[in-house]
């Protein structure tokens, strides 16, 4: 029951990437999110103001959905967005991967910033379960239910830079996928997130800097959030980059050139190419940073930005680890 998805970008900038989802025949394009654990769509039961624009789940269309009667699920995300609404079970299928009795979370209120982004018809959480909303029971994420079918119990991430579809496998460690050796590290499960320690940073051809950072891979945050010092370290590099609070981070001429970023993974330097660092268009000329602060989170976020760069095998085994090779 193993199986492979393209994610697709959402717009020129990988701000987020979509991957189609059937549920008992209707598919939608849902983000798969590494750092949360409720599978959540847009559906008929939302007001018809919010329902604008996106591809619907209709759970009264579906001969295997089964309604679970007074759950409820409400999510609040980092970024302030948040969405809420009822739960059912119905067949799930992601590329060939496809379970029964998967909990699915009928949106019944989402915030504006979901209304607005179109392409967007749900999120599909992949962090631990340990972490999904619904109450009175908290439901299992998808790689959750489907784990016992797959021929091992990981899944990998496979994003790529600008406009081109990257995949999701799930099962399989496909090796035609990266180059040299995968480094593994142990990851910490207590906050539900895929978190580990970084061993450091660099930034273009500087010396490597020793220091632990507590951070989450994270599919669903488009950018890298890490400690302040990396960030001065790292703009320091780039002539006429400054902090822009009008735009709520680093900006810089669109022209400059970037230094690349290496994250240290134990003894593995993940090398972040400099232009993956120029996110996106600010105002005027300037551009939008692609590593910002992550001064009010709580710890380090490595998001698509970083997880493009590499490929990325989350192992869901009894020690869960994360495993990082270069492609
Ligand atoms: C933000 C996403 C979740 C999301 C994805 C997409 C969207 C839109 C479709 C509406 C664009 C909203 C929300 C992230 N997923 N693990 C998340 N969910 N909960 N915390 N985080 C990570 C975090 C936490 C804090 C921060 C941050 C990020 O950016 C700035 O401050």
């Given at each position: 029951n193993d199986g492979s998805v393209t994610a697709s970008p959402e717009d020129a900038y990988d701000s987020e990437y979509l991957c189609p989802v059937s549920i008992d025949g209707q598919t939608l394009a849902l983000d798969f999110d590494t750092g949360s654990a409720d599978l959540w769509v847009f559906s008929t039961s939302l007001p018809s103001s919010e329902q604008k624009g996106h591809t619907l789940f209709d759970?009264?269309?579906?001969?295997n959905w089964k309604a679970l009667s007074g759950y409820k699920w409400n999510i609040t995300y980092g970024d302030g967005s948040g969405a809420s609404g009822t739960v059912g079970t119905d067949v799930v299928t992601v590329g060939g991967t496809s379970v029964s009795g998967q909990a699915v979370e009928i949106a019944t209120k989402v915030s504006s910033a979901f209304v607005s982004d179109?392409?967007?018809d749900g999120l599909l959480g992949l962090a631990f379960?340990?972490?999904?909303?619904?109450?009175p029971k908290a439901q299992h994420t998808f790689f959750d239910t489907a784990k016992s079918s797959l021929s091992s119990p990981v899944f990998t991430a496979d994003l790529k830079h600008r406009q081109l579809p990257g995949t999701y496998d799930f099962?399989?460690?496909?090796?035609?996928?990266?180059?040299g050796t995968i480094t593994y590290i142990d990851v910490d499960t207590a906050n539900g997130f895929w978190e580990f320690t970084g061993s450091g940073y660099a930034v273009g051809s500087g010396s490597f800097v020793s220091s632990s950072i507590d951070a989450i891979a994270d599919t669903g945050t488009t950018l890298i959030y890490v400690p302040d010092a990396v960030v001065t370290a790292y703009y320091?590099?780039?002539?006429?980059?400054s902090y822009d609070s009008s735009q709520g981070g680093y900006t810089f001429p669109c022209s400059a050139t970037l230094p690349n970023l290496t994250l240290g993974i134990g003894s593995y330097h993940a090398v972040v190419p400099g232009?993956?660092?120029?996110y996106s268009p600010a105002s005027g000329s300037k551009c939008f940073g692609g590593v910002q602060s992550?001064?009010?989170?709580g710890f380090s976020i490595y998001g698509d930005v970083f997880l493009k760069s590499q490929f990325v095998i989350f192992d869901g085994s009894s020690t869960p680890r994360l495993g990082f090779a270069a492609k």
């Open positions: 759970p009264s269309k579906s001969t179109t392409a967007n379960s340990s972490i999904n909303t619904v109450t099962g399989t460690i496909d090796s035609s996928k990266y180059t320091k590099q780039v002539s006429g980059a232009q993956y660092i120029n992550d001064s009010g989170i």
